[in-house]
């Protein structure tokens, strides 16, 4: 019967941890097709060279940015060039995101050693994400984001009462006379 009780307990307790841990769900915006269009041209293109950023049906000015240039401002209706910062690594994979009126679109940039690949992309496939966000910067190695002092309040709260939950069961078991 004590067995059942611990086990209780601990089961409890591990469900308690993974509610608490769990990312919140997807907006359902997220990973939705965008309605205006955009391309990047050429989609790879060699360190310090220029890309050709464009947007159509967008009734506002845009804003492109990426790690691989500086945030720029497609005016609507035009096409704008951004440069390649020549430190980018040949073989990288930067994200492009278009922002118009708060309506996101994400399509990728490839950079190359060799001469630029021309083609374009005009309407991104939908992908779904199954967190809210930017999403992962690979390379990074979490140096994005710092934890938070909730972060580390809750994981000690956890360690700690598991803590606290084994010697409870391991003490009440040794006064009983039972090992």
Known sequence: MRAIRAASATAVLGITALTLTAPPPAASAQGATPSFRFSVNPVSVPPGGTVTLRVTDCAYSVSASSGAFDTVAVPQGRSVTATVDPSAR??????????CNG???TTNITIASRTPTTSSTSRPPATRSSTAGAGVRGGLG???GGVDSM??????????GSAGAAFYVLRRRGRLGRH
């Open 151 to 160: 972060e580390i309040a809750i994981g000690a709260a956890l360690v700690g």
């Open 142 to 144: 979490g140096s994005r």
């Open 90 to 99: 040949a073989g990288a994979v930067y994200p492009v995101t278009f922002v």
């Open 103 to 105: 309506e996101t679109g």
